[in-house]
């Protein structure tokens, strides 16, 4: 029995002992909506933070090359 059959089986289980609850059953799709939501969020956050970083790096590298040339009188 693979993992994904038994992920099935549990799912089908919750399903059927949220028949009579309806409020369980809407409760359980708002929290799976929102942990989509917040996993998207944190993802954007994280590529930008990513982006952000290396353009930082390249600003710092830059001003680096820059104060090195001056001081060994390199470029005016």
């Known amino acids: 029995m693979g ?43 994280a590529a930008n933070a990513s982006e952000r970083n290396k353009q930082q790096m390249d600003l710092i590298s830059r001003l680096v090359a820059d104060i090195r040339d001056c001081r060994q009188g390199g470029r005016p």
């Open 3 to 45: 993992v994904t059959e038994e992920a099935g089986r549990v799912a089908t289980a919750a399903v059927e002992s949220m028949k009579g609850a309806p409020l369980a059953i809407a409760l359980l799709l708002v929290n799976v909506g929102f942990l989509a939501f917040a996993g998207y969020v944190l993802g954007e956050v």
